[in-house]
């Protein structure tokens, strides 16, 4: 049981590049979720998926797409990186919504020159 | 705009003493959680506390929620060395979650 995972751990990406950040789940979660946290900022809420073929935006969805075809992957897509884009993302998944327990992967390190 | 915000924003104990952290939080909320992060990790879940809820234990943690001051706190007896981290309060309004901006804890061995 490998719980959430993430690939890859780090990224550098040049202005206006595009890329997928990969996240997976085996515990047949529901839930899925992405964040990205920035120093003093917390973690902030990209979008969310509250099961296959349905997601929502969340708190700061602006330059990120998202999509769910199957429970168990949820990949989160740059398609024109800017710098303001820098940050640490994580990928999150519970049972059935997120007033479960929230069971993150290792996080990505984005670098967008 | 962000739900939760804690404080102290930083926080340095010798190890035995006590840790309190607090998390105020801006709308009514269904369940607070608390989660914990050490440097450069995920954030592992610690403690759920429902809204009905007054108070909360799991081995040295103890949470408390006051709704009618839409606040939380933490509290971690006899700390480690090992309880070094930052500490998030999180609520949940919908489908949404919402994180505060952490207490980062030192525990001095």
């Known amino acids: 049981n490998a719980g959430v995972t993430q690939t890859p751990k780090f990224q550098v990406l040049k202005t206006g590049q595009s890329m997928t950040l990969q996240c997976a789940q085996d515990?047949?979660?529901?839930?899925m979720s992405w964040y990205r946290q920035d120093p003093g900022m917390g973690l902030r809420l990209i979008h969310y998926?509250?099961?296959?073929?349905?997601?929502d935006q969340g708190e700061v969805p602006n330059g990120y797409n998202v999509s769910r075809s199957t429970t168990e992957d949820f990949p989160l897509r740059l398609l024109s990186a800017a710098p303001s884009q820098t940050s640490v993302y994580f990928c999150?998944?519970?049972?059935?919504?997120?007033?479960?327990?929230?069971?993150f992967g290792p996080g990505t390190r984005l670098t967008v020159l | 705009s962000q739900q939760g915000e804690e404080d102290p924003q930083a926080l340095s104990i010798q190890e035995g003493e006590n840790a309190t952290m607090n998390c105020s939080y801006k709308?009514?909320?269904?369940?607070l959680q608390w989660y914990r992060q050490n440097s450069g990790r995920g954030l592992v879940h610690l403690i759920l506390?429902?809204?009905?809820?007054r108070e909360k234990h799991s081995g040295r943690l103890r949470v408390t929620l006051d709704t009618s001051k839409k606040s939380s706190s933490l509290l971690i007896t006899a700390s480690r060395a090992a309880d070094t981290a930052s500490y998030f309060c999180?609520?949940?309004?919908?489908?949404?979650?919402?994180f505060g901006t952490g207490t980062s804890l030192t525990v001095i061995p």
């Open positions: 999150a998944s519970s049972q059935t919504g997120p007033w479960n327990e929230q069971f």
């Open positions: 515990m047949n979660h529901e839930y």
């Open positions: 998926s509250v099961g296959a073929g349905i997601t």
């Open positions: 709308t009514s909320i269904n369940n």
């Open positions: 506390i429902r809204s009905n809820e």
């Open positions: 999180a609520t949940d309004a919908g489908n949404q979650f919402y």
